[in-house]
Structures are given as structure tokens and as C-alpha cells.
């Protein structure tokens, strides 16, 4: 498995990830170590994506939550964490390797995608579509979706990506074969219907009409060890939570 590169300060060029500064070659500084990026990740998500009153933390309408407030939640949530200060919130948004983050003026932090919580990301930017992104179902799914369209399912907004394999790898978190179809993103925007880019491989929208969805020839998509660690992960992590709901249902 290759790990998560450690998070690093160069005094001339600012937070990167890795060994070295990709401008001036320098060590830099040290912010974070490759499990506390972990670590400190899973409960930004939780926080910036899911429920942030659980932390005592409040988002404006586009999904932004003070840093200043971030800092003491996670120290409370993890007391090994008591020494993080702003610096390092900000820099782990700034250098999120998949663009989850937008960080402003290093005083302010959101996600940028995945929430199941209600946020207006209008303000994302809508240039520079692709003609083509892609969208992960099932093949009994895909026949309603041809009468039906495509709405939101467990997040407030339709997420698509950016390419063949990364809907394919994502898809897999929820079904064991997803099929991929192909949605017509820059159509859809001359259309009226906003799509927003939310990283370099992330697009959102609210509606699909089935008029904007086409095939797509299949692609053979092998996981990296890595994405089969991180799935394997991720499915653990669920089936603790069904049984823990189904303890409580049992009580």
C-alpha cells in the first residue's frame, strides 16, 4: 500500500505534501505525519460533510466553517491532537491531493463535495466542463433511470466524475459491478441546468433529465492495491455501524 505522503511547510512556497518543496526542492518544515493526515481527515469529512453539530461547529450556507472553531473541536474529539493549531487545518485542505477542500485566506475551510447535509455550492466554478463525465449505477437502476433521470440519492447533490475509472472505483464502494453511463456535463449546463466543478475530478449537479445520459462502452478497470485496502476498509467500517444499529434495535 502506498501511504499517504507526509504534510510539509516550505517558508518560500507555502504547505505541500511529499519529501521536498515542488518549487525550490527544500525539506521544509514538518505539519503532519501520514496518520494524523488520516486521522484528522476522517473527522474534517465527518465534520465539514455529515454533521457538524456534533463538534459544536456551525457551517454558513455555503458549507464554510471558521478554522479558529475547527481547531478546538478536534482537539476535544482527539486529546492527542491538543498541540494542532490553524497552520495545520489550513495546510491539510490547501494540499488535499483529491481537491476535497477549499481553504480561504487560511480562515476558512469546506468541503467541496460529498455532503449529506444541505449547502449552497453555487459559488463553485461552472467553466471548463467536459463534454463527458461519468455517472455509477446498476443495470436493474439504469432502466428507471432512462424513464426517470437522475436526482440526488444520499447527498444533497448528483455526484459525477471526471473519468471512466474513477466512477468505476467509486462505485464499487457501494456495489460489487457498478455499470458506468456517460452524462453529457457541458450540454447539460447550456441547458439551464448548472454543473459545478467541485475538485479536478469531482462535477455536481442537482438533476440529470435522461435526455443527457448516453452509453458507454465498458473499460476493463483493475483497483490499485491501495483503492482494495481502502474498500476493504470502508466496508468493515459499515458493517460495524449495521451492527451497532441493529444492537440498538435489538435493545
Keep these: 500500500m502506498s501511504e499517504i505522503e507526509e504534510l510539509r511547510i516550505c517558508e518560500s512556497h507555502g504547505p505541500f505534501r511529499g519529501e521536498g518543496c515542488p518549487e525550490c526542492h527544500e525539506k521544509g518544515k514538518g505539519l503532519l505525519f501520514s496518520d494524523e493526515i488520516e486521522a484528522i481527515g476522517r473527522i474534517l469529512a465527518g465534520m465539514l460533510r455529515h454533521f457538524p453539530e456534533n463538534y459544536g461547529v456551525r457551517l454558513n450556507s455555503h458549507g464554510f466553517a471558521r478554522?479558529?472553531?475547527?481547531v478546538p473541536a478536534i482537539r476535544a474529539e482527539r486529546p492527542r491532537f491538543r498541540w494542532i493549531r490553524a497552520e495545520h487545518?489550513?495546510?491539510l485542505g490547501m494540499t488535499d491531493p483529491r481537491g476535497r477542500y477549499e481553504v480561504i485566506d487560511e480562515e476558512e475551510i469546506r468541503a467541496t463535495y460529498g455532503h449529506t447535509i444541505e449547502v449552497n455550492l453555487s459559488d463553485l466554478p461552472t467553466d471548463n466542463l467536459p463534454e463527458i463525465v461519468y455517472y455509477q449505477t446498476t443495470p436493474e437502476e439504469l432502466e428507471l433511470l432512462k424513464e426517470t433521470g437522475i436526482s440526488p440519492a444520499d447527498k444533497t447533490y448528483i455526484h459525477l466524475s471526471s473519468t471512466y475509472r474513477k466512477a468505476y472505483v467509486s462505485g464499487k464502494f457501494h456495489v460489487d459491478d457498478?455499470?458506468?453511463i456517460g452524462i453529457k456535463a457541458a450540454e447539460l449546463m447550456e441547458s439551464g441546468i448548472p454543473?459545478?466543478?467541485?475538485s479536478h475530478e469531482v462535477y455536481l449537479t442537482k438533476e440529470i433529465p435522461?435526455?443527457?445520459m448516453v452509453d458507454i462502452e465498458m473499460e476493463p478497470v483493475e483497483l490499485?492495491?491501495?483503492e482494495n485496502e481502502e474498500l476493504e476498509r470502508f466496508r468493515r467500517r459499515r458493517e460495524r455501524r449495521m451492527g451497532l444499529d441493529s444492537g440498538k434495535e435489538n435493545f
Design 67 to 70: 478554522i479558529y472553531s475547527v
Design 89 to 91: 487545518i489550513a495546510a
Design 178 to 180: 457498478p455499470l458506468i
Design 195 to 198: 454543473v459545478y466543478r467541485a
Design 210 to 212: 435522461p435526455s443527457f
Design 224 to 226: 490499485t492495491e491501495e
